[in-house]
């Protein structure tokens, strides 16, 4: 587990530079920042954004790395897509 502040609470395993498995970040009042993959060093699958108030901000999709797909909330609905 990697404890810092840009990774507060992370779930990483470090291989000579290559980062691997589940990552969170959270704010100072605790409440999560964010959430997401990685798999060789490179975001995959869904990563999530949270406002400081605990609600989603914006669903991002990655794959290999590369942004694929973006949503975007406000007030608990979607904005773009």
Same mark, same amino acid.
């Given at each position: 587990?990697?404890?810092?502040?840009?990774?507060?609470?992370?779930?990483?395993?470090?291989?000579?530079?290559?980062?691997? $498995?589940?990552?969170?970040?959270?704010?100072?009042? +605790?409440?999560?920042?964010?959430?997401?993959? /990685? *798999? %060789? @060093?490179? #975001?995959? $699958?869904?990563?999530?954004?949270?406002?400081?108030? +605990?609600?989603?901000?914006?669903?991002?999709? /990655? *794959? %290999? @790395?590369? #942004?694929?797909?973006?949503?975007?909330?406000?007030?608990?609905?979607?904005?773009?897509?």
């Amino acid at each position: 587990m990697i404890s810092s502040p840009s990774f507060p609470r992370s779930y990483l395993r470090l291989t000579r530079s290559t980062i691997l $498995g589940r990552a969170e970040g959270f704010y100072d009042n +605790g409440q999560k920042k964010w959430e997401g993959n /990685y *798999k %060789d @060093g490179k #975001l995959i $699958g869904v990563g999530i954004r949270y406002n400081k108030d +605990g609600t989603e901000d914006r669903r991002e999709t /990655y *794959k %290999d @790395g590369e #942004l694929v797909d973006l949503t975007t909330f406000k007030d608990g609905k979607v904005v773009k897509d």
